[in-house]
């Protein structure tokens, strides 16, 4: 007896052409993480990049003021804005479990270095639509 077919796949490329677009999603060095690096070095501000004695290896770190910044991207991060909350349609399950555990991890981080006294900021993808307003919002985080 042979099983049923697998259902047709939504997504819009071939498995290997999916493998490819996957493999180049970057976790460091991104280009809002090299946008908010840009904004802090033009306010003077000086920092140090993914610390691995840190908890969760903060994108960037300001020792002296004890401060860990994130940069996230909305999706990978399930933030509550437009993009992050979209879903994919293929391996639904996957994604959920995917994004759930990543935000799970991402608050044991914030924890963590709270326990070490550190202060965490998190700044989202989409903020990056008002560079003015971030570059605002990271002037009162950075020089409180």
């Keep these: ?27 460091s060095g991104t280009g809002p993480e090299r946008v908010v690096r840009r904004l802090v070095w033009e306010l003077g501000a000086r920092y140090r990049l993914y610390r691995r004695d840190l908890p969760g290896k903060p994108d960037l770190v300001f020792p002296g003021r004890g401060l860990a910044l994130f940069v996230h991207g909305c ?15 293929a391996n639904a399950g996957y994604w959920r479990d995917k994004i759930v555990g990543n935000q799970a991890r991402d608050a044991r981080t914030v924890q963590a270095l709270a326990a070490l006294g550190w202060r965490s900021e998190i700044v989202w ?3 990056l639509r008002d560079l003015e307003a971030l570059r605002l919002r990271l002037k009162a985080i950075l020089f409180p």
């Design 1 to 27: 007896m042979n099983a049923d077919p697998a259902p047709p796949s939504r997504d819009r490329f071939a498995p290997a052409k999916r493998s490819d677009v996957m493999r180049a999603v970057k976790g």
């Design 75 to 89: 999706f990978w991060h399930g933030h509550d804005c437009a993009r992050g909350d979209r879903r994919p349609t």
């Design 125 to 127: 993808e989409c903020e």
